[in-house]
């Protein structure tokens, strides 16, 4: 990697770090669009490496705010989901996946603008579980259906609790994806590319959180769900051509 690239891949990955550190998703959004342009091995394990070390970072700044109720029943469907992903994206193009998934995850945000809040139980914790793994999985993007689950949560526990479930669920997404042989060097050094960025990011960003924590948290994850869904979308019709 030249020293213009090292540069890109520096202020993207300190961008992303600071948007996942003050809402508790949105990296992989930020930085895989241009990421996979200079490096295609960045998508999905580097991602999903740096994405893993962000949230035991923010987990244990926001530890005291994490609700452990009901975490079992998304990570069930996370690992099912991640499961499912790994047998699918050996035998099945992804982008078949990302396409669907990225439209219901369009529709579940314009869902939740209409009809306002939901409310967290066991079968939705599970199915959005379900619905992380695989995406998470399959695009390195895992985070709009628990963000969207948790969205009238406050600012604290949101961060709180996401990222205690993303350390785990990520993680299982990683190992998985080991298993059939996408866990190499070449992601490693990827991944220590991004490191010192992306941990710089992250002490940078509680300064972001006062601002969100003043009610604008739930319009932040809105936002990031729907970007997230578009560039799921776009990527897999670009496929396509």
């Known amino acids: 990697m030249d020293l213009s690239a090292f540069l890109i891949v520096f202020v993207v990955a300190l961008i992303g770090a ?7 998703m949105g990296y992989a959004l930020t ?13 999905p394990v580097p991602i999903l490496m ?46 078949y996946f990302a396409l669907v998934f990225g439209a219901l995850i369009l529709l579940a945000v314009i869902f939740s603008l209409m009809r306002g809040k939901w409310e967290i139980n066991q079968p939705r914790l599970f199915l959005a579980g379900l619905l992380s793994g695989i995406m998470g999985t399959l695009a390195s993007i895992g985070s709009p ?38 866990l ?13 960025a ?14 969100l924590d003043k009610g604008y948290t739930r319009a932040a994850i809105l936002l990031i769900s729907a970007l997230s869904a578009c560039f799921v979308i776009l990527k ?3 496929s396509f051509s």
């Not at 930085?31 to 998508?43: G, Q, R, T």
């Not at 949560?153 to 059939?180: C, N, P």
């Open 31 to 43: 930085v895989a669009p241009v990421l996979m342009l200079i490096n295609p091995d960045f998508v």
């Open 145 to 182: 259906p628990m963000g969207l689950l948790y969205q009238h949560q406050s600012g604290k526990v949101i961060r709180g609790t996401l990222s205690a479930y993303f350390t785990l669920g990520t993680l299982i997404s990683i190992l998985t994806l080991s298993f059939v042989g996408k």
């Open 50 to 95: 740096s994405g893993f070390t962000l949230s035991v970072y923010l987990m244990i700044r926001e530890r005291k705010s994490i609700i452990v109720t009901g975490l079992g029943f998304s990570l069930v469907g996370r690992v099912l989901g991640a499961i499912i992903a790994t047998y699918l994206i050996v035998l099945i193009a992804p982008k």
């Open 18 to 24: 600071i948007v996942q550190g003050s809402t508790s």
């Open 198 to 211: 992306f941990t710089i990011g992250f002490l940078l960003s509680k300064y972001v959180t006062k601002y």
């Open 184 to 196: 190499t060097l070449v992601e490693w050094k990827l991944y220590a590319w991004m490191f010192p």
């Open 236 to 238: 897999a019709l670009l």
